[in-house]
T-cell receptor, first 111, second 119 residues
Framework: GQNIDQPTEMTATEGAIVQINCTYQ??????LFWYQQHAGEAPTFLSY????GLEEKGRFSSFLSRSKGYSYLLLKELQMKDSASYLC????????????FGKGTRLHILP | EAGVTQFPSHSVIEKGQTVTLRCDPI?????LYWYRRVMGKEIKFLLH????????ESGMPNNRFLAERTGGTYSTLKVQPAELEDSGVYFC?????????????????FGEGSRLTVL
């Protein structure tokens, strides 16, 4: 089956940088997603990595190492509105490409 | 463009009753997914439609759950009879293509969820 691990909670300070790690175990890997979910709202797409390396998109960057089964989401210049849950999710081609989610990391931003 | 809409946003029912949740995906999205989040746990896959066909229903908990997508547009998820452990937030998501198809990321567009409370 698939197994996705990420820290349950993290705390960081406004203006700082935070890195949220995700490790996964799956066969037929077909991509890794990061989603952001504010309390009571729909998860929204942040990034997608299918090849090794770093994808940068504004203040957010996502990194993937397929050989290590490892990804991280890097958030720079943290703002209060970044307080949310960050969900790591993996797609596997041999499982009909369904996207499996980790439990999410709840990020608290302190002023 | 309208996003994924779900109805109702919140439903409170008693054990043994029936509830039907509805999802309207983004127009033109062939792929429709149902997920569920039970408190404290991960968002868990339930099933995946491609148009009106069930592509994968391996995540459906048991035969008390029935999902349909007649005509390949909106979908319903019926729970009958509801049990206490069915409480949670049911998310619907849609996507135009799977990851890798025509260079697509396979990004899912989520609705805001239907919160089900079974008493």
């Amino acid at each position: 089956g698939q197994n996705i691990d990420q820290p349950t909670e993290m705390t960081a300070t406004e203006g700082a940088i935070v890195q949220i790690n995700c490790t996964y175990q799956t066969s037929g890997f077909n991509g890794l997603f990061w989603y952001q979910q504010h309390a009571g709202e729909a998860p929204t797409f942040l990034s997608y990595n299918v090849l090794d390396g770093l994808e940068e998109k504004g203040r957010f960057s996502s990194f993937l190492s397929r050989s290590k089964g490892y990804s991280y989401l890097l958030l720079k210049e943290l703002q209060m509105k970044d307080s949310a849950s960050y969900l790591c999710a993996v797609s596997a081609w041999n499982r009909d490409d369904k996207i499996i989610f980790g439990k999410g990391t709840r990020l608290h931003i302190l002023p | 463009e309208a996003g994924v809409t779900q109805f109702p946003s919140h439903s409170v029912i008693e054990k043994g009753q029936t509830v039907t949740l509805r999802c309207d995906p983004i127009s033109g999205h062939d792929n429709l997914y149902w997920y569920r989040r039970v408190m404290g746990k991960e968002i868990k896959f339930l099933l995946h439609f491609v148009k009106e066909s069930k592509q994968d229903e391996s995540g459906m908990p048991n035969n008390r759950f029935l999902a349909e997508r007649t005509g390949g547009t909106y979908s319903t998820l019926k729970v009958q009879p509801a049990e206490l452990e069915d409480s949670g937030v049911y998310f619907c998501a849609s996507s135009p293509r799977l990851a890798g198809e025509d260079g697509s990321t396979g990004e899912l567009f989520f609705g805001e969820g239907s919160r089900l409370t079974v008493l």
